[in-house]
């Protein structure tokens, strides 16, 4: 199946300071890629979804000026945490779909990235 | 709007016996539906997917699962469960194919018994 990487798989940053996370698709396009956060013990809740080329599109709740999306690229999407609190410490997971699959919304997860503030 | 319910946050089975994860959805549209697997501190993986075509679903690993729609249901089961099959499941909604964002239930862990 395809591959998704983020990087890094794991930071610890002093709050205050911003993060940036990259997720790529490594041998596909991908037009799409959605940005969730998974809180410990807890299901996956979609933040954003990010189109490329254009502004990314947030969900209900999500403030947009703290997390902030970017997609450059094909295969190139990044999600930084700016001014970054404890509360903001969770794990967060990228996905991707591959435009020319044809699969039914198949998506490809990353590894997912551990974010802890200090 | 969709959404998805896991009946059972914990699943423990013996290892060997069935296992049996539940979900149930609620869509107002035809609905695709997925069973993903997640390992401790890694992304999801596809166990397999239902998109309107054969109801028994067949994926990895053994596990297949079954829409019904009189029961709104599409539950998980592998006939003989592994110790490597420990991990947590998720099920997983969408209104049709494309870029529609998945809804995720809140998860089953499962936990096998040697």
């Known amino acids: 199946g395809a591959v998704v990487s983020q990087h890094p798989s794991r930071v610890i940053c002093k709050s205050g300071t911003s993060v940036k996370i990259e997720c790529r698709s490594l041998?596909?396009?991908?037009?799409?890629m959605f940005w969730y956060r998974q809180f410990p013990k807890k299901s996956l809740m979609l933040m954003a979804t990010s189109n490329e080329g254009s502004k990314a599109t947030y969900e209900q709740g999500v403030e947009k000026d703290k997390f902030l999306i970017n997609h450059a690229s094909l295969t190139l999407s990044t999600l930084t945490v700016t001014s970054a609190h404890p509360e903001d410490s969770s794990f967060y997971i990228c996905?991707?779909?591959?435009?020319?699959?044809?699969?039914?919304?198949?998506?490809?997860f990353g590894p997912g990235t551990r974010l802890t503030v200090l | 709007a969709q959404s998805v319910t896991q009946l059972g946050s914990h699943v423990s089975v013996s290892e060997g016996a069935l296992v049996l994860l539940r979900c149930n959805y609620s869509s107002s549209v035809p609905p695709y539906l997925f069973w993903y697997v997640q390992y401790p501190n890694q992304g999801l993986q596809l166990l397999l997917k239902y998109t309107s075509a054969a109801t028994l679903v067949k994926g990895i690993n053994g596990f297949e699962a079954e829409f019904k729609k009189s029961e709104t249901s599409f539950h998980l089961t592998k006939p003989s469960a592994h110790m490597s099959d420990a991990a947590e499941y998720f099920c997983?909604?969408?209104?049709?194919?494309?870029?529609?964002?998945?809804?995720f239930g809140t998860g089953t862990r499962l936990t096998i018994i040697p």
């Open positions: 997983a909604v969408s209104r049709n194919f494309g870029n529609e964002k998945l809804t």
């Open positions: 996905s991707a779909r591959d435009q020319l699959a044809g699969a039914y919304n198949e998506q490809f």
């Open positions: 041998d596909f396009q991908a037009t799409t």
